[in-house]
């Protein structure tokens, strides 16, 4: 289980790693700390609480394993390569909220679809957040559906 965190100031410092699968994330964090689940391998599912505003550089940078994790409405900000190497993640949502996006973010997640809430780029977010050039989808919403050339989507688990 990760139960042991190091919370600081309602911060997010490190998850002592000790092998569970899915972590669920304090209620009063508000940030998560640059590296706090980097290389937690055997991690694959994060839930993250309403209330987060931020998510450090590398967060869960060299997390293989992570394949769910869902961005709540709060977060205003994503560090630098905040999910790189996250190769097992298959599609994320981007909530409208997120007004700053660093570089690389999502780098070396090859299998990555990445469905934006946004109708288009944000001007804070860094030119090369996308440094991968990955499938974006702009115009996603939480009904899951999403919007391209005039046509409208419905997503079924995600994709």
């Not at 972590?23 to 937690?40: H, L, M, Q, Y």
């Not at 409208?96 to 990445?114: A, N, Q, R, T």
């Amino acid at each position: 289980m990760y139960t042991d965190f190091i919370i600081k100031n309602s911060k997010l410092v490190k998850v002592i790693e000790n092998g569970q699968e899915e972590i669920t994330i304090p209620d009063g964090v508000k940030t998560i700390g640059n590296e706090a689940f980097s290389e937690c391998d055997l991690l694959d599912s994060v839930v993250i609480p309403l209330g987060l505003t931020s998510i450090g550089y590398f967060a869960f940078s060299d997390c293989t394993s992570l394949t769910n994790i869902t961005i709540p409405e709060s977060v205003k900000r994503i560090g630098h390569e905040a999910f790189s190497e996250c190769n097992s993640l298959t599609s994320i949502i981007i909530p409208k909220s997120v007004k700053k996006m660093g570089e690389g973010v999502f780098s070396g997640c090859d299998k990555l679809k990445i469905y934006c809430e946004a109708n288009s780029k944000p001007v804070g977010w860094d030119e090369n957040w996308n440094s991968n050039n990955l499938e974006v989808y702009w115009g996603a919403n939480k009904g899951n559906n999403y919007q391209e050339n005039g046509l409208c989507y419905l997503l079924k688990n995600g994709i």
